[in-house]
């Protein structure tokens, strides 16, 4: 299996009072076909900015280097009307808030069968009976009159799932899901995720899933790749992270969740915050809250070292 | 012990209510807004006017009638024959200002189309991409809206000609400069929602953005703004007849019909009085519509 999207050395600064700072710095990562990648970390660790950009989203004043590669096109390269006929329709993208991302003024049917036209040359007509049986697949009971209602008649996990059926209507290559669940009651959460899973396994679709819920990563994702203030800190099978994890933020943020089993113990809380764009630490960005910090984190960042197979972190503490 | 007696609670949002009569809606949305229907019930008798105007005047406007004055050459008042009296050059004044709806109408609602697309246009383009090119439209409208717009019409109608044609185009070109910034402004609110976000991932090019997405959403302002450009353009179009510069006698408006009545006011008064009265009307009518309009379609108010 290839890899379907691969994203090499990404670099996002931001302009802030005629500075730039940088939001994502140096991350890599690739998703092979038909897999789910987890991209897990807190507010503000640069996980959506990593999504918007490989959408080519981001707006100005915003500098982006390195390489987004689509099935081998650098997508960073690609004239805009070309990246208009992949968007939707290649990659496409399910985002947080299912409340506001469905415009109020279109009816349902409308906003589905608009990338069908726009991409699929479908007429009005197939469009309509194609949309029709994608609210079906999505779960969305009484579809034919759905397809004719406004957005606010349909409940947060309707509208969530009509989000899924307008991401899928061109059988995209990749799904790039913005924290899918967030903003859903925790049953529909459930069914949303399962959903996700089965129209990607139906249509072969990679799926990138940002989130900052771990519950969310082990039930979806074959691979995870942890964030940190902007850099990749450790990234492997779902598995061995869980299992085996190596950084000590990775550490923490599984102590920090609640467990069913086991003795009842407090959970523990990472220390400290998230350092601001402005305000950079020196080496490791995770040394000032890390326990185990070293002289030479506080120097310089480490490099990735391999754990087990394709299980990398970027910790001093792994350097030999 | 009576508050353990649970009756069972109505339910009132469980079964549809029964629809209402076409009628009682009506009815009770007019009690609601009796300003908007107001407003609409006058433009509605000024479309009749204009429309009809061929058949129910009772003259010819621009014939002129010898007992339409008396023998000292004053025009003479209410009669039978004229029912609102005769003008200076002894013309019905009803008729004339029937006819004169016609003009009215006619520059007002035209013009307002073309400030319309000009200043949805310009305001959506500004505010959706921002930047240099934000900063070259908005001042140009600044500019715009920096002369008087009656001034401005007089001065392009005085390098055109006095004409129907060039005083519509002219109000139609110079007056679209508020309409441009609330436009503007709604585009920059709009702008930020995820909706247009959502759609930018879909692969929509920007124009579709601007006017398949976001132009809806903000239909609501622009529509009442217009209904008020109305008005507006109507007193323009006034202005500059009454100044000679627009509709050019004997075809009847308002405008030149007041400016006609000020030289003989002081002998027959209604020779001023009822073009003027029609002016205000028709501008009152499009302003009420435009306010009624305006908290029907503004969404705190929950009142429908």
């Known amino acids: 299996m290839g890899n379907i999207l691969e994203v090499e050395n990404l670099n996002i600064q931001f302009r802030l009072d005629e500075k730039y700072y940088t939001a994502v710095q140096d991350v890599s990562f690739s998703i092979r076909e038909g897999e789910t990648l987890g991209l897990v970390g807190e507010s503000g660790c640069g996980k959506s900015v990593t999504s918007l950009s490989i959408m080519r989203l981001l707006q100005p004043p915003t500098q982006i280097s390195g390489q987004i590669r689509y099935k081998g096109k650098n997508l960073l390269d690609l004239p805009e009307k070309q990246m208009r006929s992949i968007r939707g329709n290649e990659i496409s993208m399910i985002f947080q808030e299912p409340m506001t991302s469905l415009n109020p003024v279109h009816r349902i049917g409308t906003q589905i069968s608009e990338s069908l036209i726009l991409h699929k040359d479908l007429s009005g007509k197939q469009a309509r009976q194609e949309t029709i049986r994608l609210l079906q697949s999505v779960g969305i009971p009484r579809p034919e009159q759905i397809v004719d209602e406004f957005p606010h008649q349909l409940s947060g996990g309707m509208r969530q799932r009509v989000m899924i059926a307008i991401a899928m209507a061109c059988k995209p290559q990749l799904l790039i899901a913005d924290e899918p669940t967030t903003a859903l009651d925790v049953t529909i959460q459930a069914q949303i995720l399962d959903l996700m899973r089965k129209v990607a396994r139906e249509n072969r679709t990679s799926i990138l899933l940002i989130t900052h819920d771990l519950g969310v990563v082990a039930e979806m994702c074959d691979r995870v790749a942890v964030m940190y203030a902007g850099r990749i800190v450790e990234e492997g099978p779902v598995r061995q992270i869980f299992r085996n994890p190596q950084h000590p933020y990775t550490q923490g943020l599984l102590a920090s969740l609640p467990k069913v089993d086991g003795p009842r113990t407090r959970l523990q809380p990472i220390e400290g915050n998230v350092p601001s764009l402005k305000n950079m630490p020196q080496g490791c960005r995770f040394a000032p809250r890390c326990r185990r910090a070293m002289d030479v984190c506080r120097q310089r960042d480490a490099d990735f070292h391999l754990v087990e197979d394709a299980h990398r972190v970027r910790c001093w503490l792994h350097a030999e | ?304």
């Open chain 2, 1 to 304: 012990m009576a508050a353990m007696q649970f009756e069972t609670p109505p339910a009132p949002a469980a079964a549809a209510p029964p629809a209402k009569p076409f009628t009682k809606k009506f009815w009770k949305s007019v009690r609601d807004f009796p300003m908007l229907y107001l407003g609409a019930l006058i433009i509605v008798l000024l479309i009749l006017a204009a429309v009809l105007a061929p058949v129910i005047s009772p003259h010819n406007p621009t014939t002129q009638f010898s007992d339409g004055l008396t023998e000292s050459g004053i025009p003479v008042g209410p009669s039978a024959k004229f029912p609102l009296g005769a003008d200076n050059l002894g013309r019905d004044i009803l008729s004339r200002v029937l006819y004169g709806a016609q003009v009215s109408l006619l520059v007002g609602v035209i013009s307002t189309v073309i400030n319309l697309v000009l200043g949805v246009l310009v305001g959506t383009v500004a505010g959706y991409f921002g930047g240099w090119v934000d900063n070259v439209l908005m001042r140009v409208t600044d500019i715009i809206l920096a002369f008087p717009l009656l001034l401005f019409a007089m001065a392009l109608v005085a390098v055109l000609g006095p004409s129907l044609w060039n005083v519509l185009f002219a109000i139609g070109v110079l007056g679209w400069g508020t309409m441009a910034r609330v436009v503007r402004g709604q585009v920059l609110a709009v702008k930020e929602f995820e909706y247009v976000q959502a759609e930018r991932a879909l692969g929509a090019s920007n124009t579709r953005i601007m006017f398949r997405v976001i132009l809806p959403n903000i239909i609501g302002p622009v529509i009442v703004l217009s209904t008020l450009n109305v008005g507006q353009n109507i007193l323009v179009e006034a202005g500059l007849s009454f100044l000679g510069i627009g509709i050019q006698p004997p075809t009847p408006s308002w405008g030149n019909m007041i400016e006609a009545g000020m030289q003989t006011y002081q002998v027959a008064p209604w020779t001023l009085w009822f073009p003027g009265l029609a002016l205000v009307i028709a501008v009152l009518g499009f302003n009420l519509l435009g306010d009624g309009l305006r908290d029907i379609l503004d969404p705190r108010n929950t009142q429908h």
